[in-house]
């Protein structure tokens, strides 16, 4: 209770002064009253004053009370420097906002676990290997037959649990014409119990819907699709959903906060594992495979064994498996089964989103943090600046018995009241941008889900962001301002230069960090204009791209007189017909063999396509001819430039043959074409062959087409504007081709560049606010050592320095920190750019002009912020400084 | 100064002693109080009786109120608490066991 008293008298600090002068001089009436001698009375009581004093400080919490008066002198303080003031609490709240929306973004992606029970006891499979060109990969899919064992031999120690990716799929909820998309994934029977989780209605996938293939015809949904796609409607049980040619009955809904494993994606639905007809496919890697400690099995002993054990489990397999090695040379054989199985913790989850933004988030947040850095610095000398100013008062402060704690509590009340302010900002800045930034990671009809709360370790790290800003701004000021002597300073200052000499570290320091980032900021812009401009060898302009599906695969007949039907349509210039659209994230190789001979190490990459599929893309022959109508696979082929280099060095390869795989059917090359990125715009340029949309079998009969990619070329600009009229045409002729999905191939083109765009957008946005700090920084640095020096520079002038001395003597030392600062910067971010080179595309740390660009944008900055400083040093009259001095 | 120094350490007691007997005292009253019941022996100075009221407010043994006085001014009058009682009963047994020790050492000499 009396605490509390206290602090309210602190508080209300005025009041209970006068509540205190208003008892004594009711104490001193009574006494007249009583009759005694009026001075009498007041000499009894002595110093009113120091009476009040006495009892005041026993009624009020003594170091709250300073802290107080601190707190608004501090806050005084800033209002009177308002300009200064509002710019740092803006810099600072951009540099907290933007770490700590770095922090959620990564926390949430990498971090942070899943919502399951035991998820520290989480791993994930995978084996790694040496792929393709001899790099070495990962490879993260594994077989159901394989997983099965290795789930039997790990069954003592571990639970193994697969999981496929959820995959956007086509679904069908009543008609067969309202077809939607929903990420679906394939699990095994004991995720759900092993991950500890309770149904929100109904029942979950369990152990005994593993029974067989095709006997557990029953989907669980995500609480979030029951919650946004059904309104949480409990009715929901027992509908039936339809996935390609399968039914499931929906029997239950999962918990609130169960995603997947898959972290960025949400699974809509989960189906059974053994409804999934690769499920009993020796030689079709689908699935990942997960790994559960059992609770109190000691990891240090059990996992390495476990790994050997599994390991040899699924070498077993693999060189028994009759179906894996069709067609392929002992030595793919030898490198496929050449391969080390590892455990990864995976109580964060796994996923693609992950894999391709560790790097990329990280490298933000670094720029986060440097922004920060150098508003901090900046802010930091403002308030050197300020205490080089205030060392007057600083010292009388100390000759009339402050202590030097209460000196550095005064300087840190004034920064944190600046970092509390900047943190409010930061926050709001934070809530924003991070769900922003989430926004454009992935392409706008598919976005990357995250849960992004707000919650203890977010506020966390803004609490510890805030303390160590605090510390960073106030305390060396602060220990400056304490050490002051008060004889010197009260006869005029000591030495005059150290606040500048610190400054002129803090310069140097802040150079440094400027240039990392815009060093960095500029090798990731270069590598997206360098990615955007690729010569793409096809046009991208007005193509409509309709991915359509059969139930059941349809003929090529078919297919081409659909292609027919829409060529007839109003505003379609010309259709076309392949496999899968180019860009489109589909890549399918295949071996080669030439004239009976042995595969390559190298296969090719291949598309079927339809005649005409050339012109329509706009992509040139550079020699030999277009299909014709009447050609089929196998038998006529085109390929690319690359091919014809790697498979026909120094021939002209029409008229050569080559097969896919040995004893493969013969196809003749009648045609060759330019290169043209395949499927990934990052990867070189790939050996790539056509062949004719028709497919025939080895009895030459026609071979139907589950899905292909119908390609439009439109008359207008926009070719979306037709997708609606030609998706109803293709339904109406009732064939049993429908769309799937509704693309352009420039947007194919853009989503490739998705990440690189986004990773270029914000570098260039933090180079852009950090040139802007350290621009401002060097300016008021340099402008308060002119102002410091007039006196000096006054002298110099009179007794007939040179203009050109005096813009020495100003400027030298600054551009030498300058320099110094920025060959740190250069070299630093030599540094970091060798932690995220996969990131950059046909760009070097060392090209000549990734160095350039940033030196002269710092250089041009340095220039245009120390002209005022340099022109008001020119401008200095020396007869005026003489005179007032 | 002999008068202030008889007084060292017992004005505690000697507040709480006479709130006990008459509660609702402003300060000037206690000081008057504490004169006339020791026959002008004890007096205790106004520069030491307020903040010895405030401590032993903050330290709840005693409760202030305001009070309108006739005149028209406000008067600050203090009275007891229950915690006020005890340490009443704690003092004046510590006042005895002291001024038994003295008169002890008095006839001993």
Redesign the interface.
């Known amino acids: ?2 605490l509390w ?2 602090i309210w008298n602190t508080v209300q600090g005025e009041r209970l002064n006068r ?2 002068d ?6 001193i ?3 007249i009253t ?1 009759g005694r001698d009026p001075k009498e009375v007041r000499r ?3 110093c009113t004053l ?2 009040r004093d ?2 005041h400080s ?2 009020v919490v003594g170091w709250l009370e300073s802290l107080l008066s601190d707190i608004s002198f501090g806050w005084r303080q800033l209002c009177r420097n308002n300009i200064t003031s509002v710019a740092a609490v803006l810099s600072l709240g951009l540099g907290i906002g933007s770490s700590v929306a770095a922090f959620r973004l990564i926390d949430a992606l990498l971090w942070r676990p899943l919502p399951i029970s035991g998820s520290g006891r989480l791993y994930v499979l995978s084996r790694k290997m040496i792929g393709l060109y001899d790099k070495p990969a990962e490879d993260n899919y594994w077989a159901t037959p394989d997983f099965k064992l290795m789930r039997d031999a790990a069954k003592e120690q571990a639970d193994l649990i697969a999981i496929s990716d959820a995959d956007r799929t086509d679904i069908t909820w009543s008609t067969d014409d309202d077809m939607e998309k929903a990420h679906v994934a394939y699990v095994s029977g004991n995720m759900f119990p092993n991950f500890g989780l309770e149904p929100a209605l109904g029942r979950l996938l369990a152990p005994m819907d593993d029974r067989g293939p095709g006997l557990s015809p029953y989907a669980v949904l995500s609480w979030d699709y029951w919650n946004h796609r059904f309104g949480s409607d409990p009715r929901v049980l027992g509908r039936s959903v339809h996935i390609g040619d399968q039914t499931f009955e929906i029997i239950g809904v999962g918990p609130r906060d169960f995603t997947g494993t898959e972290k960025g994606t949400v699974t809509d639905i989960f189906l059974p594992l053994s409804m999934n007809r690769l499920a009993t496919q020796q030689s079709v890697s689908w699935h990942h495979t997960f790994l559960m400690l059992k609770p109190g099995v000691d990891r240090a002993t059990v996992l390495e064994p476990l790994r050997q054990h599994l390991s040899a489990v699924s070498r077993a397999f693999e060189v028994e498996c009759s179906t894996c090695y069709r067609g392929m040379t002992q030595a793919s054989i030898d490198r496929f089964l050449n391969k080390t199985l590892v455990f990864n913790p995976a109580g964060a989850g796994i996923s693609d989103l992950q894999k391709d933004y560790r790097r990329s988030l990280g490298i933000l947040g670094l720029l986060a943090a440097l922004v920060l850095l150098i508003a901090c610095v900046n802010v930091s000398n403002m308030m050197t600046a300020q205490a080089g100013a205030r060392a007057q008062e600083m010292a009388l402060r100390i000759s009339i018995g402050a202590g030097r704690r209460r000196l550095v509590q005064l300087i840190l009340c004034q920064s944190a009241l600046l970092a509390l302010l900047a943190s409010v900002l930061g926050a709001v800045f934070a809530a924003w941008s991070a769900p922003f930034v989430l926004s454009l990671i992935n392409p706008p009809d598919n976005p990357a889900r995250l849960a992004l709360p707000a919650d203890w370790p977010v506020v966390l790290f803004g609490f510890g962001l805030i303390l160590l800003v605090v510390l960073l701004l106030g305390l060396l000021p602060a220990l400056r301002a304490s050490a002051v002597r008060p004889v010197a300073a009260l006869k005029g200052g000591e030495d005059p230069h150290s606040p500048r000499r610190r400054m002129r570290g803090a310069i140097a320091l802040q150079v440094a960090f400027c240039c990392l980032v815009l060093f960095l900021s500029s090798l990731f812009v270069a590598s997206f204009q360098r990615l955007e401009n690729r010569p793409l060898g096809f046009s991208t302009d007005r193509l409509l791209l309709l991915e359509t599906v059969t139930g059941k695969g349809q003929l090529p007949v078919v297919w081409n007189q659909t292609a027919e039907a829409l060529r007839a349509s109003p505003g379609v210039d010309s259709v076309a017909i392949s496999g899968w659209p180019l860009l489109g994230r589909i890549h399918i190789n295949s071996d080669i063999s030439i004239n009976g001979a042995p595969p390559s190490p190298t296969p090719a990459w291949f598309l079927n396509v339809s005649p005409s599929w050339l012109s329509t893309m706009k992509t040139p022959l550079v020699s030999g001819r277009d299909f014709l109508p009447d050609d089929t696979s196998p038998g006529a082929a085109i390929v690319n430039e690359t091919f014809a280099k790697t498979f026909f060095p120094g021939q002209d390869p029409v008229g050569h043959t080559f097969e896919r795989g040995a004893n493969q059917p013969l196809n003749k090359i009648v045609g060759v074409t330019p290169d043209t990125p395949y499927d990934d715009l990052r990867e070189p340029n790939r050996a790539v062959f056509y062949v004719p949309f028709d497919e025939i079998d080895g009895q030459s009969a026609p071979k139907a087409v589950d899905f292909a990619t119908l390609v439009i070329h439109t008359d207008a600009q926009n070719p979306l504007v037709l997708a609606a009229s030609l998706r109803q045409l293709i339904a109406q002729r009732h064939n049993g081709l429908r769309v799937s999905n509704i693309t352009t191939q420039l947007d194919l083109f853009r989503n490739q560049t998705i990440r690189e765009r986004l990773i270029a957008m914000l570098a260039a946005f933090f180079a852009a606010v950090a040139l802007l700090l350290a621009g401002l920084g060097l300016y008021a640095v340099l402008n308060y050592s002119v102002l410091q020096r007039r006196r000096e520079i006054g002298i110099r002038m009179a007794i007939g320095s040179t203009r050109a001395g005096i813009v020495r003597i100003v400027t030298l030392d600054v551009f030498v920190m300058i320099a110094l600062g920025g060959c740190a910067g250069i070299v630093l971010g030599f540094g970091a750019s060798r932690y995220v080179e996969s990131l950059f595309y046909q760009v070097k740390a060392t090209d000549a002009d990734m160095i350039a660009s940033p030196t002269c944008a710092m250089l041009l900055t340095a220039l245009v912020a120390t002209l005022p400083a340099v022109l008001r040093a020119l401008r200095t009259d020396p007869t005026e400084i003489l005179r007032t001095e | 100064m002999a008068k202030t120094d008889a007084l060292q350490g017992s004005l505690d007691l000697l507040v709480l002693k006479i709130l006990s007997r008459r509660p609702r005292l ?4 206690i000081m ?1 109080a504490i004169a006339s019941t020791s026959g002008e022996v004890l007096r205790a ?3 030491s009786l ?2 010895a009221l ?2 032993m ?4 043994w005693i409760r202030a109120e305001w009070i309108k ?1 006739d ?1 028209g ?4 009058v203090y009275q007891l608490t229950s915690a006020g009682k005890k340490q009443l009963g704690v003092e004046e047994s510590r006042w005895q066991s002291i001024s038994l020790a003295i008169n002890r050492v008095l006839r001993e000499v």
């Open positions: 209770m009396s008293s206290r509540e205190i208003e008892e004594l001089q009711s104490h009436e009574e006494a009583a009894a009581f002595g120091r009476a006495a009892s026993i009624r | 402003h300060g000037y009253a008057a100075e106004e520069g307020y903040p405030y401590r407010e903050e330290a709840g006085k005149s001014r406000r008067a600050r």
